[in-house]
């Protein structure tokens, strides 16, 4: 089976969801798929796909060189138990903050958000 037919789903979400410039080289027996995703959320979800190819990543056939574009926002959903701070302290050069301020739409408060919300990451 040829590298791109095995990862066809991968190839396919990649062009479905945007990624631009996207470029698919076979060489050596490994496939080598590189581009810029629209939003850290589109190459986190190609991962989620890779992954569910190859689940350990083992094969060792595959690299994805998946950047993100410049201005993309990153989103998180709020989990039960997050606070700003917390979330803060997963992405780095980020204060609690900034998220804050990047949200005033949607948060009046810094001490109530909920679980389900999709807040913006600043860069």
């Given at each position: 089976?040829?590298?791109?037919?095995?990862?066809?789903?991968?190839?396919?979400?990649?062009?479905?969801?945007?990624?631009?410039?996207?470029?698919?080289?076979?060489?050596?027996?490994?496939?080598?798929?590189?581009?810029?995703a629209?939003?850290?959320?589109v190459?986190?979800?190609i991962?989620?796909?890779?992954?569910?190819?190859?689940?350990?990543?083992?094969?060792a056939?595959?690299?994805?060189?998946?950047?993100?574009?410049?201005?993309?926002?990153?989103?998180?959903?709020?989990?039960?138990?997050?606070?700003?701070?917390?979330?803060?302290?997963?992405?780095?050069?980020?204060?609690?903050?900034?998220?804050?301020?990047?949200?005033r739409?949607?948060i009046?408060n810094?001490?109530?958000?909920?679980?389900?919300?999709?807040l913006?990451?600043?860069?």
């Amino acid at each position: 089976m040829a590298l791109q037919d095995k990862y066809r789903e991968v190839i396919d979400f990649a062009r479905a969801n945007g990624v631009n410039d996207l470029s698919v080289q076979e060489q050596n027996n490994v496939l080598y798929l590189t581009g810029t995703a629209p939003a850290d959320a589109v190459k986190q979800q190609i991962w989620a796909v890779y992954e569910k190819l190859d689940p350990e990543m083992r094969s060792a056939d595959m690299v994805l060189n998946i950047g993100v574009a410049v201005g993309a926002s990153t989103t998180y959903t709020v989990q039960a138990g997050d606070s700003l701070s917390k979330i803060a302290a997963k992405y780095s050069g980020i204060s609690w903050k900034d998220i804050f301020e990047a949200n005033r739409d949607q948060i009046s408060n810094p001490d109530l958000i909920h679980p389900g919300q999709v807040l913006k990451i600043p860069q």
